[in-house]
């Protein structure tokens, strides 16, 4: 059910609440000089505390199974069969398995006495099912009564890991296999069916696909986007196991590492504690941060390094004196811009606005002279394009691995430099040229306006209750932030303030690319301006505390605004089953919300 009328009603709550507290701009500005406000002390670091614990158990909260089959029968290639033994004669209905990885199928055939075999069916191990349990009913024409035996026979390498076969009455039958043992090792793990708890979902089928072919030495598949966040996630299951929560893992973890980043810019921008406190709360509680690190995608990682090149950007700007260069910040802004592009290529975006800051910031230090000023270059250089290139080629190594190249000589060698540099041409020819249909797909001005979220998962059930999420922004944050966000421009235009040049730079650095790209795009890709748009809201805040006497009102006001709007829309952010009609009726505001 659409309602129309929240869009106007929501915009009327958040200017009421701002209501009567709209800054002077003319003393906006005058901000105190008080280096003090600025310094970590032991309340920041307790607030921050709060926020990360309180942010990360609601985010491992129901995040996915800690349990999977770990181990995987690996067929070597066609022809390769394996046995499995019921353990009494019985009537077959489905079988239920847990797909590895690498693609193909599997021919079953099925035996009375353990000698004559006779074809039953096909299942079939595809791209889009990988680390999934997947159901398969059994073709009725193949007489699926009296069996003892299955084989099972590849068509090529595949993984595939726990089976399940259940007869007439649904029962689970318990299974034994000599030269298959994996697939019946983990019966206690089976579950009553598929769900994002306990398979891959959306583009988990490619990226926790692609860590795990990295963990293991296979083929790279997912090759339409630099390696290190797949690396990234691999660490995850490097200490989890083969688990949804394994393969989630480390995008949790960067999300809550995300809010004491963000908490340091918004302290060395604005002082004090409760803007930055308030500012990070507004973030940590987006719905795009929420359901977007819950995900075993690369983006969270892309995200979190550009919240770190920008910081140290910031820090290199206001800390740098008349003949003091802080280059120690300068370079690990470039190290994280180094890092995150070999995440994804968005951060590409973000290290166009760093260049547009620096070279903001030269032309206010023109009076160091032309000498500083090349020596500067010479340092970004390094710092920016020798550095990342160096991080970039280095990430490669799992495609180097997969061909059987060894540390560290396969740095060296022309194959592995080849490997590096077709990937380029790749993904430049892939993201360029692609064309595609996807009914969730959206352009940059509805992102804006949180007009088309993104549905990763929808799932109904027989009771008339659903479970449900999609990544989209809190309207709370983004209607409201349309506002702050020109309210920052034209202040910091007026009055010069380099505080706000800074956040608006950021955020058109990471927008207005996408207004020129004609593939496929989806509200996700909004999830770096997202950052931008939440220190906007900050920098509104700290002028209305250095010009309202009643400033706590809407800081805080606003904030519990936003985090209310967080409870109210978490079942359409985490999956939790819910009556469906609840969710058409009070969180389906828009009718382009897929809920």
């Known amino acids: 059910m659409a309602h129309f009328y929240i869009l106007p009603i929501t915009v009327v709550i958040c200017i009421t609440v701002f209501y009567g507290f709209i800054p002077d701009v003319r003393t906006c500005l005058t901000d105190d000089k008080d280096i003090s406000r600025r310094r970590f002390g032991g309340r920041d670091f307790l607030v921050l505390f709060l926020l990360c614990a309180i942010y990360g158990a609601v985010a491992f909260y129901n995040s996915g199974n800690t349990e999977s089959p770990q181990s995987f029968k690996k067929f070597s290639g066609s022809g390769d069969t394996a046995t499995i033994e019921l353990e009494r004669s019985s009537n077959l209905d489905r079988i239920f398995r847990f797909s590895g990885i690498c693609t193909g199928n599997y021919s079953i055939y099925f035996s009375h006495d353990g000698e004559n075999f006779y074809y039953a069916d096909k299942l079939e191990q595809e791209y889009s099912k990988l680390l999934f349990w997947q159901d398969k009913e059994l073709d009725s024409g193949a007489d699926p009564t009296n069996i003892k035996y299955l084989r099972i026979e590849a068509d090529s390498h595949l993984w595939l890991g726990e089976i399940a076969v259940f007869d007439w009455n649904g029962n689970m039958i318990p299974i034994s296999s000599e030269d298959a043992p994996e697939l019946c090792d983990e019966q206690d793990l089976v579950p009553e069916d598929s769900t994002f708890l306990n398979s891959t979902y959306f583009d988990e089928i490619y990226h926790a696909r692609t860590a795990l072919e990295g963990l293991s030495g296979e083929n790279i598949y997912e090759i339409s986007h630099p390696p290190l966040g797949k690396i990234i996630i691999s660490i995850g299951m490097l200490l989890f196991g083969v688990t949804p929560f394994g393969w989630r893992f480390s995008g949790i973890?960067?999300?809550?590492?995300?809010?004491?980043?963000?908490?340091?810019?918004?302290?060395?921008?604005?002082?004090?504690?409760?803007?930055?406190?308030?500012?990070?709360?507004?973030?940590?509680?987006?719905?795009?941060?929420?359901?977007?690190?819950?995900?075993?995608?690369?983006?969270?990682?892309?995200?979190?390094?550009?919240?770190?090149?920008?910081?140290?950007?910031?820090?290199?700007?206001?800390?740098?004196?008349?003949?003091?260069?802080?280059?120690?910040?300068?370079?690990?802004?470039?190290?994280?811009?180094?890092i995150g592009a070999a995440c994804k290529w968005t951060c590409l975006y973000a290290g166009a606005g760093l260049a547009v800051i620096w070279a903001i910031?030269?032309?206010?230090?023109?009076?160091?002279?032309?000498?500083?000023?090349?020596?500067?270059?010479?340092?970004?250089?390094?710092?920016?394009?020798?550095?990342?290139?160096?991080?970039?080629?280095?990430?490669?190594?799992?495609?180097?691995?997969?061909?059987?190249?060894?540390?560290?000589?396969?740095?060296?060698?022309?194959?592995?430099?080849?490997?590096?540099?077709?990937?380029?041409?790749?993904?430049?020819?892939?993201?360029?040229?692609?064309?595609?249909?996807?009914?969730?797909?959206?352009?940059?001005?509805?992102?804006?306006?949180?007009?088309?979220?993104?549905?990763?998962?929808?799932?109904?059930?027989?009771?008339?209750?659903?479970?449900?999420?999609?990544?989209?922004?809190?309207?709370?944050?983004?209607?409201?932030?349309?506002?702050?966000?020109?309210?920052?421009?034209?202040?910091?235009?007026?009055?010069?303030?380099?505080?706000?040049?800074?956040?608006?730079?950021?955020?058109?650095?990471?927008?207005?690319?996408?207004?020129?790209?004609?593939?496929?795009?989806?509200?996700?890709?909004?999830?770096?301006?997202?950052?931008?748009?939440?220190?906007?809201?900050?920098?509104?805040?700290?002028?209305?505390?250095?010009?309202?006497?009643?400033?706590?009102?809407?800081?805080?006001?606003?904030?519990?605004?936003?985090?209310?709007?967080?409870?109210?829309?978490?079942?359409?952010?985490?999956?939790?089953?819910?009556?469906?009609?609840?969710?058409?009726?009070?969180?389906?505001?828009?009718?382009?919300?897929?809920?």
């Open 361 to 595: 910031f030269r032309v206010s230090r023109r009076k160091d002279g032309f000498t500083a000023f090349a020596v500067n270059c010479l340092w970004c250089v390094l710092f920016f394009v020798i550095i990342p290139a160096l991080i970039y080629y280095l990430s490669y190594f799992p495609y180097g691995l997969a061909r059987g190249m060894k540390f560290p000589g396969m740095y060296f060698s022309r194959e592995y430099f080849n490997i590096v540099t077709d990937n380029q041409k790749y993904m430049f020819n892939y993201h360029s040229g692609l064309v595609a249909e996807h009914p969730y797909s959206s352009v940059w001005y509805q992102w804006i306006f949180d007009i088309r979220p993104i549905l990763y998962y929808l799932e109904y059930y027989d009771d008339g209750t659903r479970s449900v999420f999609g990544a989209f922004t809190n309207p709370a944050l983004t209607w409201l932030g349309v506002i702050t966000m020109i309210m920052t421009l034209v202040i910091s235009v007026i009055h010069r303030d380099n505080k706000g040049i800074f956040i608006i730079i950021g955020y058109l650095a990471q927008l207005l690319p996408w207004v020129f790209i004609t593939r496929l795009t989806f509200a996700y890709h909004y999830f770096p301006s997202m950052v931008f748009l939440c220190l906007s809201v900050g920098y509104i805040f700290n002028t209305m505390r250095l010009s309202v006497k009643n400033w706590r009102i809407p800081v805080y006001g606003y904030t519990a605004l936003c985090i209310s709007a967080f409870i109210l829309f978490y079942p359409v952010l985490s999956g939790a089953r819910t009556d469906g009609s609840r969710i058409s009726y009070f969180l389906g505001w828009l009718e382009t919300w897929p809920f």
């Open 253 to 338: 973890l960067f999300g809550i590492l995300m809010l004491p980043s963000l908490y340091a810019i918004c302290k060395k921008m604005f002082g004090g504690i409760a803007v930055p406190a308030c500012t990070t709360a507004v973030f940590a509680f987006d719905f795009m941060h929420f359901v977007q690190t819950r995900i075993a995608t690369i983006d969270t990682y892309g995200v979190f390094f550009i919240i770190l090149m920008y910081l140290f950007m910031y820090l290199y700007i206001s800390e740098s004196r008349d003949g003091e260069e802080k280059l120690l910040y300068l370079f690990l802004s470039g190290l994280c811009f180094g």
